[in-house]
């Protein structure tokens, strides 16, 4: 069974940082995109970030590119998200995904999701 389960999230003032873990499991981690979602209340869901089989293998969404780094850990089963320079918009609940593609523009691509975390940027 595909698990996948984010962490790391809370408050944080503007211009903050955190950063966010996705534990994965019930599967062959190195095969698949794993991707970061965000989804503000009453917004659609964003794409933040997509990494394939190693660090130099990623993608952004322009609203974070420059503030925000993907990374994973493949002896760990886990990706990471250094989230920089955090800004009110940022707030949002988000979530890891993983499937053989990943489409930041498109969710609707990702097959397995995890519960999302909730992160809140105060001003």
């Known amino acids: 069974e595909v698990q996948l389960q984010a962490s790391g999230g809370g408050l944080v003032q503007v211009g903050g940082s955190l950063r966010l873990s996705c534990a994965a499991s019930?599967?062959?981690?190195?095969?698949?995109?794993i991707g970061w979602f965000r989804q503000a209340p009453g917004k659609e869901r964003e794409g933040v970030s997509c990494?394939?089989?190693?660090?130099?293998?990623?993608s952004y969404g322009d609203s974070v590119k420059g503030r925000f780094t993907i990374s994973r850990d493949n002896a760990k089963n886990t990706v990471f998200l250094q989230m920089n320079s955090l800004k009110p918009e940022d707030t949002a609940v988000y979530y890891c995904?993983?499937?053989?593609?990943?489409?930041?523009?498109?969710?609707?691509?990702?097959?397995?999701w995890g519960k999302g975390t909730l992160v809140t940027v105060s001003s």
């Open positions: 995904a993983a499937d053989y593609v990943c489409n930041l523009v498109d969710y609707h691509v990702m097959d397995y």
């Open positions: 019930g599967f062959t981690f190195g095969d698949y995109y």
């Open positions: 990494i394939y089989r190693s660090d130099d293998d990623t």
